[in-house]
């Protein structure tokens, strides 16, 4: 299994990026999605998760209205939609597949990092003021 995530990069406040993360080696579509995040020195920490079919959706109050994440299923392809984006935002970002549909039906199985399966490696997202 490779989840290859993409897209970071350094911007300045109030800008956008959209993240990406190509799947491969798993069946796509029957897996739970999530984007984490981790900026130096704290733990990787819950920011957004999509069901197996894109219908259920949670996110994180920090990034609540700013950030969406959305999936493609015919293209294995996992998508994080980040507009205005701020100094605080700055992290490595990974992708990560849970094979168990219904973690993402409650907090503490949607949030926990040891709930998912595998992941992709990181991109950094870089944002200066």
């Known amino acids: 299994v490779q989840l290859q995530a993409s897209g970071g990069g350094l911007v300045q406040a109030g800008e956008s990026l959209r993240l990406s993360c190509a799947a491969s080696?798993?069946?796509?579509?029957?897996?739970?999605m999530a984007w984490f995040r981790q900026a130096p020195g704290k733990e990787r920490e819950f920011v957004t998760v999509?069901?197996?079919?894109?219908?259920?959706?949670f996110t994180a109050n920090s990034v609540k209205g700013r950030f969406t994440i959305s999936r493609d299923n015919a293209k294995n392809t996992l998508y994080l939609q980040m507009n205005n984006l701020k100094p605080e935002d700055t992290a490595v970002y990974y992708c990560?597949?849970?094979?168990?549909?219904?973690?993402?039906?409650?907090?503490?199985?949607?949030?926990?990092?040891?709930?998912?399966?595998?992941w992709g490696q990181g991109t950094q997202v870089t944002v200066s003021s």
């Open positions: 990560a597949a849970d094979r168990e549909r219904n973690n993402i039906l409650a907090k503490r199985g949607r949030e926990d990092v040891g709930k998912y399966d595998y």
């Open positions: 080696g798993l069946t796509f579509s029957t897996y739970t």
């Open positions: 999509i069901s197996p079919t894109g219908g259920t959706t």
